[in-house]
């Protein structure tokens, strides 16, 4: 089954306390991206990647980092969590342009 | 700057009765324009799009519309079950780019 996977599902962490959230697919897809969602703000972009070892940033990428090494995952990083990172998280991947973005499940993070 | 609005933060509607969910959005360079639902503890999924060269696109109970001149989309549901409940997002692109602005959502809830 073509998926998007994102691991862990709910995440409670301290501040400050360094954290990787996972994303893998398996549709053999180059590019994949990050959105965090927030109440009355949407869906905003944090990174996204164009290919392995191509990343770039988006709408809101300061706090995050992340990385590209195999084309299949693509991790999310927060390196010093603080609590205005608290969030629903949802890494996607898209087969080319012009196509629908496919979205995993999402992560719950929570920084106290 | 908010690129992609969707002014109406919830909606409900009787079960049978047409949804209409309104989206617009501020930059003539989009040419690709999607609708997401999306379930509570679940990723957002693909519903519909359409393309700045069409005006209407159909899909069973679901059919997008797109005044180009107006800069504004629309989805209707035709007829809307109890099922449909969720919340809907509506995002835009510019043609060969993979970056995709989504609005805020809409909240759908359809009364059985």
């Known amino acids: 089954e073509a998926q998007v996977t994102q691991n862990p599902r709910y995440l409670i962490t301290v501040t400050g306390k360094k954290l990787t959230v996972t994303c893998s697919q398996n549709?053999?897809?180059?590019?994949m991206s990050w959105y965090r969602q927030d109440p009355g703000l949407g869906l905003r972009q944090i990174y996204y990647s164009m290919n392995v070892e191509v990343t770039d940033k988006g709408d809101v990428p300061e706090g995050y980092k992340v990385s590209r090494k195999e084309k299949r995952n693509f991790p999310l990083i927060l390196e010093s969590p603080s609590p205005n990172q608290t969030s629903l998280y949802f890494c996607?991947?898209?087969?080319?342009?012009?196509?629908?973005?496919?979205f995993g499940n999402g992560t719950r993070l929570t920084v106290t | 700057d908010q690129q992609v609005k969707q002014n109406s933060p919830s909606l409900s509607v009787q079960e049978g009765r047409i949804s209409i969910l309104n989206c617009d959005y501020t930059?003539?360079?989009?040419?690709?324009f999607l609708w997401y639902k999306k379930y509570p503890a679940e990723g957002p999924t693909f519903l519909i799009s359409?393309?700045?060269?069409?005006d209407k696109n159909e899909d069973g109970r679901f059919t997008v519309f797109l005044n180009k001149s107006a800069k504004h989309l629309s989805l209707h549901i035709v007829p809307s079950q109890p099922g449909d409940s969720a919340v809907y997002f509506c995002a835009a692109s510019e043609e060969g780019t993979y970056k995709y602005i989504f609005g805020t959502g809409t909240r759908l809830k359809v009364l059985a």
């Open positions: 996607a991947s898209i087969g080319g342009a012009g196509s629908p973005l496919h």
């Open positions: 549709m053999n897809h180059e590019y």
């Open positions: 930059n003539s360079m989009f040419d690709y």
């Open positions: 359409i393309s700045s060269i069409k």
